[in-house]
């Protein structure tokens, strides 16, 4: 089963404009974590969320959480055609990681 | 330090037969995933392990799958005997500790004919 949902489903952008994805979730959750997977690739980690925690930054990645919504989202600033790819968010519910199915985000230059 | 390392990368075989996939996980990591994706899918869990002991096997197809973690590294899943339906990519993944970052190998890449 799975426990988040991404929203949308698939997203086009042009280079240097800003990507966002969404990730609804149903039971209560330890932390939330992003993924990137490349075409034939395994998942990368980009960055972990903990629930006591509201906002996070990576480089050009910054991650919200509203736990009261059960939400979550995940902004790539200044995208690349190099950001091609699909993003999941996956819940750790009691040490367990459940992905979504995932956002396609296509980045054309 | 290597990665998570998966083989064989692919695997072609024919329904009804039997196929494993190995694991050799980040040294040090106690915690081992077995992830199955579909074609435009989220990875789906099949099974969890804590050291050598299978935590969350809840939606692990157990009259056709096993796996095992033989002294708390490496791992097999096996599939007896396969059917179309099995057809997908295996994920391997592992972790320091409970709940933190994943480390997921390259998969193998299952196609059932």
């Known amino acids: 089963s799975q426990q988040g949902e991404e929203d949308p489903q698939a997203l086009s952008i042009q280079e240097g404009e800003n990507a966002t994805m969404n990730c609804s979730y149903k039971t209560s959750i330890n932390n939330l974590q992003w993924y990137r997977q490349n075409s034939g690739r395994g998942l990368v980690h980009l960055i972990l969320?903990?629930?006591?925690?509201r906002e996070k930054h990576s480089g050009r990645l910054r991650v919200t959480l509203d736990t009261s919504k059960k939400s979550s989202s995940l902004l790539i600033t200044a995208s690349r055609a190099a950001d091609t790819a699909s993003y999941f968010c996956?819940?750790?519910?009691?040490?367990?990681?459940?992905f979504g199915k995932g956002t396609m985000l296509l980045v054309s230059p | 330090e290597a990665g998570v390392v998966q083989s064989p990368r692919y695997k072609i075989i024919e329904k009804k037969q039997p196929v494993a996939f190995w694991c050799n996980p980040i040294s040090g990591h106690n915690t081992l995933y077995w992830y199955r994706q579909n074609l435009g899918q989220g990875p789906e869990l099949l099974i969890r392990?804590?050291?050598?002991?299978?935590?969350?096997d809840s939606q692990l197809p157990k009259d056709r799958f096993s796996a095992e973690r033989l002294k708390g590294v490496d791992s097999t899943l096996k599939i007896q005997p396969a059917e179309l339906g099995d057809s997908a990519v295996y994920l391997c993944a592992s972790s320091f500790r409970q709940a933190s970052e994943a480390f997921f190998g390259q998969g193998t890449r299952l196609t059932v004919v």
């Open positions: 969320i903990r629930s006591n925690e």
């Open positions: 996956a819940t750790d519910v009691g040490s367990t990681l459940t």
């Open positions: 392990y804590e050291n050598e002991e299978a935590v969350d």
